[in-house]
């Protein structure tokens, strides 16, 4: 290669090049599709309606990642950066269809809502992409650590439910007339746990004695191993993958025209900030590794392309999307930093985002397999909080310790005790059942009171050094 190329738009031989975007999608593949998996169980969605979701989140992870690392004028960091739906805006889309569902909407109308709020927050984004290096100041690691902490700790009960085989209690008809909740009898069945164990110590020792490639596909491996075992004792459901199509389109609005919910959008505009904060910490980081300038213009290509690619997701059936800290990592132990890995990747999820048959294969896995991997997955989202927190000066400054503790207290609030809020006028309801989004006020706040604003070069500097941390 002459010297004269950027490492960042090298041209690789099309052989090599297919084999490292396929290398991408595979790190990135079970994180991409928890999320439709976590939305559709909740909603309690069909298997065609699950297909569904998992196939537009593959198409629309494609397009974001087009959008991100090949770029258009303005948008897109054009870096390897491969796109996936954030973990952050789980938890308050399940708040967005536990309400739409308690009003008496069906699991496809509290989809609706999540995608209003979605492009509703996805064009706040665009709109917000050059203010944000304004706003990173009040985001320092001691406050993105603690959210992303409180986001981990928020997905553990997915997790724990999917262990268990999904939720304790049903719905069933009460003696007395009407629905109700009650105790799930299959919930906590030895052999759904012991299936998650297996899986669980799949991961584990993968990632111990594996090298290399294996080692960052564990979490895959493991669910793959828990399928193969759930088919040979006959706990595998394949009616779907049976009459699923082989080829099919996404196209925009499947589902139907999205609906528009001012609370819910609003919570998902505050997801959007903490997302692109977090990004902005990966781009910087990825900028060292790979030798490229990231200055203002081109931070805000690729903030502008976290918010084009959340609305992306909204119109084609999917939820906001955020690059991949796996595969920021994977840049550093491959050593190729040429974004043309990251387009031969977007092209692979292009790709199976036209196979419903595939799909159909990834629904019908037992939510119990997928218990072992979540415990891991989503641990790693709040290790990852940890990690960032571990750059955080805690010795010298106490304050510090006051802004977690109770960033981490105030996020605990709905997970411990649901229903506190119940007594709040309705339209702030769903608001408040964010976890995520209460730590984000508070820490924000407190952060301020107690440490003021840093200045942008010292900023700067913090966040290439959380990043670093939450991708060692």
């Keep these: 290669m002459s010297s004269s190329v950027d490492p960042v738009n090298e041209m690789i031989p099309p052989t090599r090049l297919a084999a490292l975007g396929l290398q991408h999608v595979l790190v990135m593949y079970a994180g991409a599709i928890a999320v439709p998996l976590i939305i559709a169980g909740a909603l309690g969605l069909t298997p065609e309606q699950r297909t569904l979701l998992i196939n537009a989140d593959l198409f629309a992870c494609g ?8 770029g258009f004028p303005g948008v897109g960091i054009r870096m390897p950066v491969m796109m996936g739906v954030t973990f952050a805006s789980v938890a308050p889309m399940l708040a967005m269809g536990g ?19 979605v492009i509703f927050a996805g064009v706040f ?33 997915i997790g724990i439910g999917w262990a268990g085989g999904g939720f304790a209690t049903i719905k069933k008809p009460l003696v007395e007339g009407g629905v109700g909740d009650v105790p799930n009898p299959a919930f906590g069945a030895l052999d759904n746990l012991a299936i998650a164990l297996a899986v669980l110590v799949v991961v584990v020792l993968v990632a111990k004695y594996a090298k290399g490639f294996l080692s960052n596909i564990a979490v895959l491996l493991g ?29 925009p609005f499947q589902f139907g025209m999205p609906k528009f919910d001012l609370s819910a959008a609003l919570t998902m505009c505050v997801v959007m900030i903490v997302v692109m904060v977090e990004s902005t910490g990966m ?26 690619g959340t609305v992306l997701g909204g119109i084609f059936n999917t939820f906001p999307y955020t690059s991949f800290s796996q595969n920021v990592g994977l840049v550093g132990v491959t050593g190729v930093k040429s974004r043309w890995v990251a387009i031969a990747g977007a092209v692979v999820l292009l790709i199976l985002g036209f196979i419903p048959k595939l799909a159909a294969v ?32 805690f010795k010298n400054s106490r304050n510090n310790l006051f802004v977690v503790a109770i960033g981490i207290g105030v996020g605990m609030l709905t997970l411990i005790a649901p229903n506190i809020f119940d007594q709040l006028p309705k339209y702030l309801k769903p608001m408040m059942d964010s976890g995520i989004l209460l730590t984000t006020i508070v820490t924000v706040i407190l952060n301020a009171f107690f440490n003021g604003a840093a200045d942008d070069s010292a900023m700067r500097e913090e966040i290439i050094k959380a990043a670093h941390q939450a991708e060692a």
Excluded: C, H
């Excluded at 309400?99 to 709020?117: E, N, Q, R, W």
């Excluded at 781009?283 to 200055?295: D, I, N, P, R």
């Design 125 to 157: 984004a665009v709109l917000a992409a050059p203010l944000i290096s304004r706003l990173l100041r009040f985001f320092p690691p001691v406050v993105t650590g603690t959210i992303i902490t409180v986001i981990g700790i928020s997905l553990m009960r």
């Design 283 to 308: 781009f910087l980081a990825l900028g060292e590794m790979t030798g490229k300038k990231v200055g203002t213009a081109e931070l805000s290509a690729g903030l502008r392309a976290d918010g084009v």
């Design 362 to 393: 990834v629904g019908s896995i037992p939510v119990y397999v997928l218990g072992g991997s979540g415990l891991v997955m989503f641990g790693m989202v709040a290790a990852t909080g940890i990690r960032i927190l571990s750059v955080v000066d």
């Design 223 to 251: 669910i793959v191993f828990g399928g193969v075992l759930a088919a040979l004792l006959g706990k595998m459901n394949f009616a779907g993958v049976a009459a699923a199509p082989w080829l099919d389109i996404i196209y």
């Design 63 to 70: 397009l974001a990642t087009l959008v991100q690392a090949y």
């Design 99 to 117: 309400a739409s569902k308690a009003a008496g909407m069906s699991g496809v109308d509290a989809l609706l809502t999540i995608y209003g709020s």
